[in-house]
């Protein structure tokens, strides 16, 4: 409070707050701006009534002057935007931005594998390991226990990955979406929580009014990786799970074919989700005009890596409903810890903060080795030069580790180093 005095004594130009903070300034006389304010902006206009602030704005306004501008900035118009509106602005002109809701042409290419559940993670597993998908990928699943199994799945075979989801803290979502737009990970799986999904959320009638930390949840989970985060330079988006409507479909493949780049949206499809694949592709045949638009099938027969299906099998029954619970409260320990924990020592330690990485193996799942590798029999003789290589650097890492373990241990039992 005594900061905030001396700050505003000096008589700021411009004042950036919440409106409780505003409020309570305001009342005391901290700040007074009835002849001095001329111009007044809200930012994400749509969540200030969601965030219970609207009794907080409705004092603010008494200490404005009657002659002042206001703007509104908000990605939609909901009711609580028009209430908002109705409120501070009078006679007000509308500026809708519009861009493109995908990119159109050569640029951005949607590709289906019809796949069902059994399948998906045998597919998914093949096409990573056998480098059929290249450069950064997301990978979009409907729910926060699907990213955790398909984490353990992929950490069985020595890929690894990182999570994205309304559980974590926002800091280490931010954290790390930066390190994967640095390319220190290829691979985020991240859920796509709809309000559908988990009958808390869904409006019932008589039910008591949310309180403002409800409404918070809520919100983080609505807001969404799908939507609103600036990943940079994705070469693919792959859905696991396919979206349950249009809209979710336009904001997942909007993560990828940013500005000149190329991208390509890469779907699962099984019988129960090929109505919305059906309207998705509807809504895409708008979008290319008069061409006949269709997602083209990806060229992937499964006979031809019938020996991978077992594996992926045997690795997805191993994940139990146990280990993905283990899983959860792992990573959010981790993370939480790296979170708060950690908070000052990241701050006088910049450098540290770098290196913290967030696709460690959680190791709820019991992995061998020998399951990383690729045997060649098991590779169809088109991609054998490329696994070859690739068997060919695991081993080198391998042998790196084993070096550096041996000299640890050697510096150990050496008196003349303790």
């Not at 989801?165 to 985020?188: A, M, W």
Request: aromatic residues 6%; contains cysteine.
């Amino acid at each position: 409070k005594g900061t905030h005095r001396h700050l505003l004594a000096e008589r700021p130009d411009i004042v950036i707050s919440t409106p409780a903070r505003l409020r309570t300034v305001l009342a005391d006389g901290t700040l007074n701006v009835r002849d001095s304010l001329r111009c007044v902006t809200i930012d994400e206009a749509d969540l200030m009534f969601t965030f219970g602030f609207e009794k907080d704005l409705e004092e603010v306004l008494k200490h404005f002057p009657p002659v002042h501008q206001s703007i509104l900035c908000s990605a939609t118009l909901e009711e609580d935007v028009v209430k908002l509106k109705q409120l501070i602005l009078h006679n007000p002109v509308i500026l809708k931005l519009e861009e493109p809701h995908l990119a159109v042409g050569n640029q951005l290419k949607h590709y289906q594998i019809n796949a069902e559940e059994v399948d998906k993670a045998a597919i998914l597993y093949t096409t990573l390991k056998l480098k059929l998908i290249q450069g950064k990928c997301i990978i979009f699943v409907k729910s926060v226990d699907r990213c955790y199994r398909l984490k353990l799945f992929l950490e069985q075979f020595g890929i690894r990955s990182c999570i994205l989801n309304s559980e974590l803290p926002i800091k280490i979502r931010c954290h790390t979406v930066n390190q994967f737009n640095q390319g220190v990970y290829d691979t985020i799986i991240a859920s796509d929580e709809q309000m559908t999904d988990d009958p808390k959320l869904v409006k019932k009638k008589n039910a008591k009014k949310p309180s403002a930390k409800e409404l918070l949840q809520q919100t983080e989970a609505e807001s969404s990786v799908s939507r609103g985060i600036d990943f940079q330079c994705v070469s693919c988006v792959v859905n696991f799970d396919f979206p349950s409507d249009i809209n979710s479909y336009i904001h997942r493949a909007g993560r990828t074919a940013r500005g000149k780049n190329n991208g390509s949206v890469l779907s699962f499809v099984s019988v129960e989700e090929q109505d919305a694949k059906t309207r998705v592709e509807e809504f895409l045949q708008t979008l290319a005009g008069d061409a006949e638009f269709t997602m083209d099938h990806f060229s992937f027969n499964l006979d031809e890596v019938e020996a991978f299906r077992y594996r992926a099998k045997d690795a997805w029954r191993a994940i139990t409903k146990i280990s993905i619970r283990e899983a959860r409260i792992k990573e959010l320990k981790m993370e939480i810890f790296n979170s708060e924990k950690l908070k000052s020592f990241f701050e006088e330690n910049p450098r540290d903060f770098q290196t913290l990485r967030h696709d460690r193996p959680l190791h709820t799942v019991h992995v061998q080795e020998h399951m990383g590798d690729v045997p060649e029999y098991l590779v169809p003789p088109a991609l054998k030069p490329m696994v070859d290589l690739m068997n060919a650097k695991r081993k080198q890492k391998l042998m790196e580790r084993h070096a550096a373990a041996k000299k640890r241990r050697s510096k150990a039992d050496d008196p003349l180093m303790v």
